[in-house]
């Protein structure tokens, strides 16, 4: 009974694309490993992108400096 948890910060993810991971990550088990479909889960949990960090400062800090250098 294979087991996926997916992570990615809540930055606008649409039901659709959600979809498309289930379906992906489920169908690479199956087609890997072999894995039977119905009993393969995949989670999706959004992050808040304060409790995401990436050397040594988080996303919502990143994504506010990356914008204003873009505006300069």
Do not use: C, H
Request: charged share 30%; no cysteine; net charge negative.
């Amino acid at each position: 009974m294979p087991y996926v948890n997916i992570r990615v910060t809540n930055e606008g993810v649409t039901p659709g694309q959600k979809l498309e991971l289930i379906e992906g990550a489920t169908d690479l088990l199956s087609r890997v490993l072999n894995k039977d479909p119905a009993t393969t889960f995949v989670i999706i949990d959004e992050v808040e992108t304060d409790n995401w960090g990436v050397n040594r400062e988080n996303v919502t800090t990143r994504r506010r400096r990356e914008a204003e250098a873009k505006n300069k």
